[in-house]
């Protein structure tokens, strides 16, 4: 079954060729993870890379994608704060996935 029509158009806000990325290391639940951060010309950020020290697994491949939906979501106009504070959170409210933690850490050096 396919998607009705539609004739809004779909708006996503492009990158330039060169932009503003940042690297960041961290441990999460035990597992090392390097995080990419890109950002807009305005210095929000755009897109988020993640990659694990254990390339190659279905916990990998999950990061990775959900990485992919984050930065999607931002060029088309969603708030990282939203789309922080929709992820999985654990009882005393740290977050459960490494990009929940990503954006934790982001938000902690904007309030900070």
């Known amino acids: 079954m396919s998607a009705p029509a539609t004739d809004l158009p779909v708006l996503r806000r492009r ?3 060169r932009r503003a990325h940042d690297v960041l290391s961290l441990v999460h639940e035990g597992r090392r993870y ?3 951060l890109g950002y807009f010309e305005d210095g929000t950020l755009a897109e988020l890379f993640i ?3 254990k390339t190659g697994t279905d916990l990998a491949t999950a ?10 979501a931002l060029q088309h106009g969603c708030p990282v704060e939203t789309i922080r504070r929709a992820l999985a959170r654990n009882p005393n409210g740290t977050a459960r996935g490494v ?9 902690a050096g904007a309030e900070g």
Not at 63 to 72: E, F, G, K, P, R
Not at 99 to 107: F, P, Q, R, S
């Open 99 to 107: 990009v929940g933690a990503v954006l934790d850490h982001l938000a």
């Open 51 to 53: 990659d694990s020290a």
């Open 15 to 17: 990158l330039s060729n």
């Open 63 to 72: 990061d990775q994608d959900a990485a992919v939906v984050v930065s999607l």
């Open 34 to 36: 390097t995080a990419g």
